[in-house]
């Protein structure tokens, strides 16, 4: 895999000094593809993070269900082609198409309105580029070149940096920025396809893509350099997806100061002024909007040193994880925030937990984690990972879904390969590819275990490898073994997380920590020799999740796993969960199908949970005695399922 290491030295400049929360997995590597500790260059004024990623080249993954899900992923992106995707780009600057159009959003009349054409090139850079890194197959790096020709050849053929697929072609955007009326989101579109450029430019080293994206970059500086700060604020209130991150990323990576002042344009104000003075205005506001500002803001705290920026970012965390999110970590409904106190009126609708807001929200706590290495952080962070992330892929196909909403009785739902290109389809393309990138972090002298997955990551600062050995959830326990060719002293940092009530640490068999406070890092500081091991032992129990405002609907979890009702097929034929509208989640297979009902009270129900015939398998008694069959949501596929139970409720699904 030597040749996955960094060469061009564009990207060894943006890499060294590069904030941490700069990629979706972004290293910081020298030329050597090593991870290390940088100043920031004078240019830039914000902190510099606590800690560091790994490189994804330096993490491998063990047979598991995420690796399952990568190579799932990874068959999906080889089976698209790119010249379909690139189809409209082609004929935008009046070039003749290579292949004929995809389906759904970026082509069908019914999705013409939302004008999300070509946000599917994007996402599909930045998986590709992600595969890449993690795996070296050429086959990622191949794509992406081809790809990069092409926009260029666009942008000579159209005499423009703009490249974009919109049926109206440049006009949308033109009319956008002279703020006529418009349908449709094009900054949010063309966001994609900036932020799949810079992850193949840094992530797969692409000198093509790079090229592409700085005159990309240099089109939307002069195309809104006229415009007053109030006619960009107004702009702003149409959804323009992650614009200010990107730009910060580009400032980062040239020094073009233009960039950085773009970046604080896109930073809109309306957003950022309440939630820096802790202000939570979220209710009614379309969910997957606000984050990927808010992602931005945080970015632009790494390069201005701001302070507001860094308020924003932490409190609406604070805001949406902590009081607007499901059991599962998801939120909103309809794709939209809801006052927490309404949650008995929107927690069992089918368009619930819509799957690009909790991507985004992992992007964001990632960032917040790295220069605030709290357990708080990596306990949301996994908890969304199970239930959110690992829960929303199809195990066979490797589609996605785009809301994973619990309606009693209802079932996930997943894209079609060809005929949908949802957003959650583009998100759904980079998800799954970038398990390794929370699994270990590192600061000067430590190693960070925030994840339980089997894996091996080679900490090269310390030329030692730590090899993860573990069946988590299945097993409550991990081991870690080093390797290293001489003695190295170095602090593991091991996570115990807030639903284990205890954490016991052993080190080559002997038992050297026992912990009774969940919610921190365990240090484990030593000498370590090749062939020590550690091994941590948690707890994994059943407990019940009550609705802060409606104390009659629960959800269960076992551990950071939230335990679904298995209620199986009724009325489902193969392949009815394979959707081509996102539009009519609820519509489909709506047939009424009875539920169990679960009555008692809560605490009584929790502590009637049993365990089943195999790992993670439970029943629990249902108010006529006979037993509800609970295992993980996450591994609930082509079935009917419920996570939330309205006590003494309905029967019967809506």
Known sequence: MADSCCTGASRRAFLKHAGSGALAAGPLLTTAGQAVAAPPPATMQGPVAKLRPFDLADVTLADSPFLHAQHKTEAYLRSLVPDRMLHNFRRNAGLAPKAPVYGGWESEP????????????????????????????????????????????????????????????????????????????????????????????????????????????????????????????????TEHGGMSEIFADLYVMTGNADYRTTAERFAQKAILAPLAKERDHLDGLHANTQIPKIIGYHRLWEVTGKAEYASAATFFWRTVAQTRSFVTGGHGDNEHFFAAADIADHVFSAKASETCCQHNMLRLTRALFLHDPQVAYADYYERTLYNGILASQDPDSGMATYFQGARPGYMKLYHTPEDSFWCCTGTGMENHVKYRDSIYFQGDDALYVNLFIPSTVRWQAKDAVVTQVTQFPDTADTRLRWSSPRPVDATLKLRHPQWSATATVLVNGVETVRSITPGRYIDVQRTWRKGDEVELRLVLRSAVHVAPTAPDIVAFTHGPLVLAGALGRQGLAPGADIIVSERRYGEYNDTPVAVPVLAGNPDALVAAIRPGPGALEFTIPAADGAPVRLIPYHRIAHERYATYWKLGGSGEAA
């Open 110 to 237: 019914a999705w013409a309105e939302i004008n999300c054409h070509g946000h599917t090139l994007g996402h599909y850079l930045s998986g590709c580029a992600l595969a890449w890194r993690s795996t070296g197959d050429t086959d990622y790096r191949r794509r992406i070149d081809h790809i990069a020709r092409e926009l260029a050849a666009c942008q000579q053929a159209a005499n423009s940096g703009l490249v974009c697929a919109f049926p109206g072609g440049a006009a949308l955007i033109a009319a956008h920025l002279r703020g006529d009326p418009i349908t449709g989101v094009p900054w949010y579109t063309l966001h994609k396809l900036y932020a799949g450029l810079r992850d193949a430019a840094l992530l797969a080293d692409s000198a093509g893509a790079r090229a592409v994206l700085l005159r990309f970059a240099d089109w939307a500086v002069v195309a809104t350099r006229p415009m007053g700060d109030a006619q960009v604020e107004t702009m702003l209130e």
